[in-house]
């Protein structure tokens, strides 16, 4: 570590000074890497539920970090993410320790499905509660196994079933540590929130570990630009913390806000996109336009600022209310200036194959092209 980050933080309880080495009952040497088993509940049949966790650590000393995925367990791609890291060693941890949860609610993951099999959901019980209900007892089960004894943490997570995210990072840019943390990573949109109440990511940087959330792609996917995407968040953060060696690589803009708005349907009816994630719109620029099944336009709906797209839905049949298109709102002129960055960008730049993806994955009509029967 170096610079502010290894100033110790006068606010923050001490950690559990644990030894770095034990893990799920195992011993992990400087310089080793070694799968170990973390006991968080038993399940219906009396076996205990143990999450498969890698730790990797450096022959240096330094800090702790973890990395999880499907805390909801069909948000996959974060998982697909650690896999990448476990077999192709994109980087080297030279010092400190890496913690990699590939499956945080793997009762759900079993399912395929976001929530635990009571239907809560683990990521709002967070810390949890050793006598409370199994969502809260795995939650504290792992939340004191695991992140009470990390430094930093880097959650992945993607959007919703039937919606997509374009890469943005979600942290409390009020918290000095995690802000620069959340800068580092390298995501083009930063949404500055704590997070809702019982998250991770809340109960995390509030317990003194400071964590931020990736929210990218779509559940029960593993997609390439994602998975690349996040690898190299994550190496940047560890380069930013002094774990790997090298220089986090700067995205080609960034915006800063806590300002987003989902865009909802007026009417029932069947949607033409006229946008893609990531994409860059003007006030009153039409997102969607929303048609009877037998083709009769009812209404388009239209940006209501300046913005940029966060997140869709990815179907496009709609009831009144649902949402259809998440922006993010920059600061005023802010746009421009993004606009001209894009355009200087070569062709085979990240940002620009990652866009190219989430166009490619959904039917995008222009909106002069009209299809009236
Ligand atoms: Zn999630």
Known sequence: MSGADSAPDPNRPDPPKLDPSRWGGKTVAPGEGQAVQITVSESYSGARVRLPVFIWRGRRDGPTVFVTAAVHGDEINGTGAIRYILTHHPFEVAAGTLVLVPVVNLLGFEQHARYLPDRRDLNRCFPGDADGPLAKRMAHAFFEQVVRRCDFGLDLHTAAVRRTNFPNVRADMKNERLAALARAFGAELIVSSRGPEGSLRRSATKAGVPTLILEAGEVWKVQPGVVEYAVRGVANCLQHLG???????????RVETDSTKWVRAKF???????????????????????????????????????GIILGMTTLPSVAPGDPV???????????????????????????????????????????EDNERP
């Open 243 to 253: 774990m790997v060696d090298g220089t986090p690589t700067d995205p080609p803009f």
């Open 268 to 306: 029932g009816g069947f949607l033409r996109f006229h946008v893609a994630p990531g994409q860059i719109v003007s006030a009153g620029e039409p997102l969607a336009t929303n048609a009877k099944l037998t083709g009769e336009e009812q209404n388009i709906l239209r940006a209501p600022r300046d």
């Open 325 to 367: 298109c998440h922006l993010a709102f920059p600061k005023r002129g802010v746009l421009r200036k993004i606009e001209r960055a894009v355009e200087q960008l070569d062709q085979p730049s990240l940002h620009e194959r990652i866009r190219d993806d989430f166009e490619r994955g959904m039917v995008v009509h222009d909106p």
